[in-house]
């Protein structure tokens, strides 16, 4: 079985009680701070090695390795090849400091984006407006809807249905 795929069956396991799940979340979520911490100490790096070097070098076991490089390859610039994966897979942590945070953001990781390392990297201003940035983008805003007796949206001052609401 790949990695991926045992990484998915603890981390997703449906037989388990929901406070069993949320325990194998809570220990992960320790263990993925930690192993940021450690990369954002040193951002421009790119960390290279097979999973088990990784996993060696951040002291976690393979499958949690597995399961942070699942959740950091959508901000790598160079992806990994998660789905099929094994213990000798060469891979990288190089990525994308913009995109990791926003990344961060996205999944309302609070524990991950309010990191202090991040203050190193980016100035208040900055990370104010990638957070900003993440979270329009997933807002959807409906434009009004015009009626025909409506002032027309052009400026013509004729009701909508006399202008461009014309068929």
Same mark, same amino acid.
Do not use: H
């Given at each position: 079985?790949?990695?991926?795929?045992?990484?998915?069956?603890?981390?997703?396991?449906e037989?388990?009680?929901?406070? !069993?799940? !949320?325990?194998?979340?809570?220990?992960?979520?320790q263990?993925?701070?930690?192993i940021?911490?450690?990369l954002? %100490?040193?951002?421009?790096?790119?960390?290279?090695?097979?999973?088990?070097?990784?996993a060696?070098?951040?002291?976690?076991?393979?499958?949690?390795?597995?399961?942070?490089?699942?959740?950091?390859?959508?901000?790598?610039?160079?992806?990994?090849?998660?789905?099929?994966?094994?213990?000798?897979?060469?891979?990288?942590?190089?990525?994308?400091? !913009?995109?990791?945070?926003?990344?961060?953001?996205?999944?309302?990781?609070?524990?991950?984006?309010?990191?202090?390392?991040?203050?190193?990297?980016?100035?208040?201003?900055?990370? %104010?407006?990638?957070?900003k940035e !993440?979270?329009?983008?997933?807002?959807?805003?409906?434009?009004?809807?015009?009626?025909?007796?409506?002032?027309?949206?052009?400026?013509?001052? %004729?009701?909508?249905?006399?202008?461009?609401?014309?068929?």
């Amino acid at each position: 079985m790949a990695l991926l795929a045992k990484w998915r069956e603890i981390a997703y396991n449906e037989n388990l009680k929901p406070e !069993q799940l !949320q325990n194998v979340w809570a220990v992960y979520f320790q263990k993925e701070k930690a192993i940021y911490e450690e990369l954002l %100490k040193n951002p421009d790096e790119v960390v290279k090695g097979t999973v088990k070097e990784l996993a060696d070098k951040y002291n976690v076991d393979v499958i949690t390795m597995t399961g942070f490089l699942d959740g950091i390859n959508d901000s790598l610039v160079e992806a990994n090849p998660i789905e099929e994966m094994d213990v000798d897979t060469p891979v990288n942590l190089g990525f994308d400091k !913009q995109l990791l945070y926003k990344n961060m953001v996205a999944a309302d990781a609070e524990w991950l984006f309010n990191l202090p390392a991040w203050d190193e990297i980016f100035d208040e201003e900055t990370k %104010k407006a990638l957070y900003k940035e !993440q979270k329009s983008s997933t807002t959807i805003v409906k434009e009004a809807k015009v009626y025909p007796n409506d002032p027309c949206p052009c400026g013509s001052g %004729k009701k909508y249905k006399k202008c461009c609401g014309k068929k």
